[in-house]
């Protein structure tokens, strides 16, 4: 469950992400043993930080059981007689296109025929190297459930955005990588600046990563990124001038089982040393949607730079956020909608979580009438009970809004203060405690569920003053909004007033 505590969001809400992001990192960690999701939380994805885990989190996975033989190699027959009518999309690792591989779409079991002759060949047929690349498998096969997503990495504000896209029906950002050994994928930082994790299900990869802000070393004299970073021509330093200052990237090569966490921002370059299958995906949340938004600021300005010539056109702020949509492929229209979506599912489930939590503990008058039905007291001591009761729900609102739910040794405190309560404390008590439980026992309204929509929504509250703020932001007409914007902030500080935030 990600899952968050009441006292490890404190201690969050006292760090300077960008000074622990900033903390060098000496090595790639390699995780062996089950680690709980606030420590990972707390280690990797708020720091930036990458790591390795081993196979115990593919173990059980239904690909790993079926698209492999015993041998450890795909089980090509298996893919191709289960999915094989599926389009996938192919790239040419041989071939270059506008800083990319080429890609063409075939169906699967035309792909497995040529990876079986390629294999046979010895890796070098005539087609050369051919890369199954960005598959939306799991878009295509909802009912086939080839694996469940790390639980480290199920807080994934990407995927639940798109997942609500009427529009954006075959899209997703979750993928199969299926290629022969020596496929690779040439340099880049994710989509959006998002995190990325890589599960091996067969086969092995090797990593070459480097930090956010070592790329501007590899940029040439005219700003480009290198597309491979391992090629020679990066030695030229009139045309790579500021190489000789790069640091060497981290090298992790990645077994069958394992899984690659890469955060947000690290460039990146990917070789298959072996035929391999890896399940991928993109996502984003409150540790990296800053990252994000710095991302499009970055593209945005870079997209008015080039068409600054014409900054007198009428509509000149629309074309550039038409220009950054089909580049980056979001708008500034469309990332405030990201953030309304999202923050309106955790003040949703806020919203339930308080309802739940006062329905719960209010003693109904008709319990009151039960108590004084079944005891020998008369209307005083029942008056006084009710007036100990009103105590009671004065402390649990408290604690609700300190995040703490009531408990049972809260209630026989507050029965235990006052003589003529305790007179009826036996019946009080299991009335109270009955109901507490019960609220204890909601699955939606755990404690740890609720901190960490606290901790989101803060995030997209820290975004949205930022936007609300920006220029480009400004320019645009209401009617591409969602939503009042204001209005959204307003609903959010409310809802971190009542968790003290």
């Not at 760090?15 to 280690?43: C, L, N």
């Not at 885990?53 to 289960?82: H, I």
């Not at 996938?88 to 497995?112: E, F, G, H, R, S």
């Not at 009103?390 to 408990?407: A, I, M, R, W």
């Amino acid at each position: 469950m990600d899952s968050l505590t009441q006292e490890t969001l404190c201690k969050i809400q006292s760090v300077v992400i960008d000074q622990i992001r900033k903390e060098p990192v000496k090595s790639v960690d390699y995780i062996t043993e089950r680690i709980s999701y606030e420590d990972f939380f707390v280690k990797y994805l708020l720091p930036n930080r990458p790591c390795l885990l081993s196979s115990y989190v593919t173990a059980e996975w239904r690909s790993v059981k079926e698209w492999v033989k015993e041998d450890g190699q795909p089980n090509l027959d298996f893919l191709a007689s289960n999915f094989g009518d599926a389009l996938v999309p192919v790239a040419d690792c041989n071939k270059v296109q506008y800083y990319a591989q080429p890609k063409t779409d075939m169906k699967l079991v035309n792909y497995i025929e040529y990876w079986k002759n390629h294999i046979s060949k010895g890796h070098k047929s005539k087609e050369g190297c051919l890369y199954l690349k960005d598959w939306h498998f799991v878009h295509v096969f909802t009912e086939y459930q080839a694996y469940e997503t790390p639980v480290y990495f199920t807080s994934d504000w990407l995927n639940e955005f798109w997942d609500l896209r009427s529009d954006r029906t075959d899209d997703d950002y979750r993928f199969v990588y299926m290629g022969p050994k020596g496929s690779w994928t040439p340099f880049h930082a994710d989509v959006f600046r998002s995190f990325s994790w890589s599960a091996n299900i067969c086969g092995r990869k090797k990593w070459l990563l480097f930090p956010p802000g070592e790329e501007r070393h590899l940029k040439d004299h005219l700003g480009n990124l290198p597309y491979d970073v391992t090629s020679c021509e990066l030695h030229d330093g009139k045309k790579y001038p500021n190489y000789k200052n790069a640091c060497q990237p981290f090298e992790v090569v990645q077994e069958a089982g394992e899984v690659i966490f890469v955060p947000s921002g690290w460039h990146h370059q990917v070789y298959n040393l072996e035929d391999t299958i890896s399940i991928n995906h993109n996502w984003l949340n409150g540790c990296n949607i800053d990252i994000m938004w710095e991302f499009l600021q970055q593209e945005l300005c870079t997209i008015q730079k080039s068409i600054s010539d014409c900054i007198d056109m009428e509509g000149w702020h629309n074309q550039c956020q038409l220009i950054m949509k089909a580049s980056t492929g979001i708008d500034y229209a469309e990332f405030f909608l990201f953030l309304h979506i999202i923050a309106s599912h955790r003040l949703q489930l806020l919203r339930r979580c308080s309802r739940q939590m006062s329905e719960q503990v209010v003693l109904k008058s008709s319990d009151l009438d039960q108590l004084k039905h079944d005891n020998t007291h008369d209307d005083d001591s029942v008056s006084k009970l009710n007036y100990e009761h009103t105590k009671s729900l004065e402390v649990c609102k408290t604690q609700k809004l300190s995040g703490e739910l009531p408990t049972t040794e809260n209630i026989k405190s507050l029965c235990e203060d006052d003589t003529s309560t305790r007179l009826l404390s036996g019946t009080f008590e299991s009335m109270a405690i009955k109901e507490i439980s019960a609220c204890q026992r909601l699955p939606d309204s755990s404690q740890e569920s609720v901190w960490h929509a606290v901790f989101d929504i803060d995030q997209v509250k820290k975004i949205l003053e930022c936007l609300m703020k920006n220029e480009e932001f400004q320019e645009l007409e209401s009617s591409v909004l969602c939503d009042d914007p204001k209005q959204i902030y307003r609903n959010i500080c409310d809802a971190l007033n009542e968790y003290s935030l």
